[in-house]
């Protein structure tokens, strides 16, 4: 069984918890004549989602088929301190993922163990990185959260600081239709995407005997998360028909009880945008 498969028996337990939850609301600040928090992304500590929805699908046989990143992506959460920080927890996790490869962009930090996996969030360096995010981002400044050109402008500032170099490739065509091939490239190629997105559905995937436990966690407000993989899950009835094909992206949320999850890509009305990060010396 997939991890991702495992780490749904227990994270389903949690999705259910939220449906009973209340939620979180946003901090607000006053709006700026030319940008509105419905141009802003602002998703607030600790979690803003809820579950809205569970279904359970019986198969016969199903296939699986997952590729992520190289040694996938860290999980790390925002800053308790730091309100609606979805923005600058989103780039520590680009920081951190490229920090293997160059060490500088976190002086003093080492960020993964001897396994090759991804250590968690510390207590000093990571929330650093993302205070100094959140100023570069310029969070909160013009109105609630970040915009987009803050967000992607404060990423590739800090990273020019470190005497290295940042590139954004779309992972929309020029009619601003998603294009999994293009995610999936950057994937293949070990570089992450940074999704804008506008009340995502978080899914967990949870496996019991020839049926599969969709649960979907709904995000409560405009969220910026980190895709490292995708996953496309094949169900068979029992005459070996296929009659559902479901394809995912794999996501750190940037969320505490939540950190990692699929997101539906059948349909992408929940993404405003997204971007391959590639980040060289």
């Known amino acids: 069984m997939s991890k991702v498969i495992k780490k749904g028996f227990v994270l389903l337990a949690c999705a259910f918890m939220l449906l009973c939850g209340s939620l979180i609301p946003a901090l607000t600040v006053s709006a700026s004549a030319e940008e509105t928090s419905s141009d802003r992304y602002y998703d607030e500590y600790p979690i803003s989602t809820y579950a809205v929805d569970s279904e359970t699908v019986n198969y016969s046989r199903r296939t699986y088929d997952m590729v992520t990143t190289t040694n996938e992506a860290p999980d790390y959460y925002a800053n308790s301190d730091l309100s609606n920080s979805c923005g600058p927890t989103a780039g520590g996790i680009i920081v951190g993922f490229y920090d293997r490869y160059y060490e ?3 002086p003093g930090f080492t960020p993964n163990y001897t396994n090759g996996r991804y250590k968690v969030k510390d207590k000093v360096y990571i929330p650093a990185l993302m205070q100094e995010l959140y100023t570069l981002m310029r969070t909160n400044v013009d109105d609630v959260g ?19 170099n940042l590139s954004y ?78 394809t ?22 929940w993404l405003d945008n997204g971007y391959a990060v590639t980040i060289t010396a």
């Open 146 to 164: 970040v915009s987009e050109a803050d967000c992607k402008n404060g990423l590739k500032t800090y990273v020019e600081q470190k005497g290295y």
């Open 104 to 106: 500088n962009l976190i």
């Open 248 to 269: 995912y992206l794999m996501v750190s949320t940037g969320l505490y009880s939540q950190s990692t999850a699929f997101v539906q890509v059948n349909t992408t009305a």
């Open 169 to 246: 490739s779309s992972v929309k065509n020029t009619w601003g239709t998603f294009q999994l091939s293009s995610a999936k490239s950057a994937i293949d190629n070990n570089k992450p995407i940074l999704l804008f997105c506008d009340e995502a559905g978080l899914i967990i995937v949870a496996q019991g005997d020839h049926y599969d436990r969709i649960v979907t966690s709904i995000v409560q407000n405009r969220h910026v998360m980190v895709a490292y993989g995708y996953c496309t899950v094949k169900y068979y009835n029992g005459l070996d028909e296929n009659f559902r094909t479901d």
